[in-house]
């Protein structure tokens, strides 16, 4: 098998048969696979991914989950199932063109020295300004905080040989930032641009709600630094608080006019309680994450599977 294409889905029941078609145009003198991953879809989705079966039985492998778990867990389900000498992780929502495939295949082919090659978005017309905003600010943020680099507008179209799959899969955390794992495992790393297609169905899933978590879960994952803020805060605090005292005690006694000390008090206690609810908050989600981590549970379910040994329900 040359190559192993993961195609997460949640609703795209518009996208499903196009999104077949696209791939097995572009592939026809390769031996590939496209193992779907059915993310808890509540449309016709798994009707779709039926029929594309019964069509291409050669090709086509679905993995049907009992709930919504989520992109990375769909990810993860198919990289476990994967059994390509390469494989490719691309959205089932058509925005990834699948010609961008031959591409990046002729790069691993031809430039041995690489081990991955990552396609990193054009800008998006379509994308709203506070967004394009937001996700520079994120970039940044966990690039200056992290232990590893990360490369602006990455995205998780990427195509990847056996030594990166299973380094992937070595990492059996539950809480998972794909972009951040693809990053710290290391090897050597090929950055193309494409551009990015707008939908021809569906809605995106990826609300500025969704974005925010997935920020969060990022930072979260890949930085410990949040943890050292209160130190730093609390020097700041002292000094300030210092300060304060200082500028109230001038005022006393060379002025007239100050600040009344119940005034002085409430601003005191609302800086200070201020600061430290935001450091609960900080060291609440790492306990989050450790939690979630020490639980133990399983990535995913599946309810359904087709085209793997011939089994047909777990």
């Not at 779907?36 to 779709?48: A, F, M, V």
């Not at 994308?127 to 490369?151: G, R």
């Not at 179209?157 to 990492?171: D, G, P, Q, Y």
């Given at each position: ?208 709600k969704a974005s925010l978590n997935y920020a969060l879960d990022g930072i979260l994952s890949f930085s410990t630094k949040p943890l050292t803020i209160s130190i730093g805060l609390g020097f700041i605090l002292l000094l300030a ?74």
């Amino acid at each position: 098998m040359k190559l192993s294409i993961i195609v997460p889905c949640k609703n795209e029941e518009g996208n499903i048969v196009e999104t077949y078609n696209k791939i097995n145009n572009v592939l026809k003198k390769i031996k590939y696979e496209i193992i779907y991953i059915d993310d808890g879809s509540t449309d016709k989705t798994l009707e779709k991914l039926r029929e594309v079966y019964a069509k291409d039985m050669l090709h086509i492998k679905v993995l049907s989950f009992s709930r919504n778990f989520k992109k990375e867990a769909a990810m993860y389900a198919g990289l476990q199932h994967a059994t390509g000498e390469y494989t490719c992780i691309i959205d089932g929502d058509l925005q990834q063109n699948p010609t961008y495939l031959l591409q990046m295949m002729q790069v691993l082919d031809e430039q041995k020295g690489y081990d991955e090659v990552a396609m990193v978005m054009k800008k998006r017309s379509k994308e709203s300004f506070f967004m394009k905003i937001c996700k520079k600010a994120f970039y940044k943020i966990i690039d200056s905080i992290s232990e590893v680099s990360f490369k602006d507008s990455a995205s998780d179209f990427r195509m990847f040989r056996t030594n990166v799959k299973e380094a992937i899969l070595s990492l059996s955390e539950r809480v998972r930032f794909t972009k951040g794992i693809f990053s710290w495992v290391g090897f050597q790393i090929k950055y193309l641009p494409y551009e990015v297609e707008e939908r021809t169905s569906g809605v995106s899933k990826f609300n500025f709600k969704a974005s925010l978590n997935y920020a969060l879960d990022g930072i979260l994952s890949f930085s410990t630094k949040p943890l050292t803020i209160s130190i730093g805060l609390g020097f700041i605090l002292l000094l300030a608080s210092f300060i304060y005292f200082l500028v109230i005690l001038i005022q006393s006694l060379f002025f007239t006019h100050y600040f009344s000390g119940i005034h002085a008090i409430i601003l005191i206690f609302l800086v200070l309680f201020g600061c430290q609810f935001i450091i609960m908050g900080i060291i609440g989600g790492y306990m989050a994450k450790a939690y979630t981590e020490i639980k133990g549970r399983p990535l995913y379910i599946v309810k359904e599977k087709l085209g793997f040994n011939n089994e047909t329900i777990l």
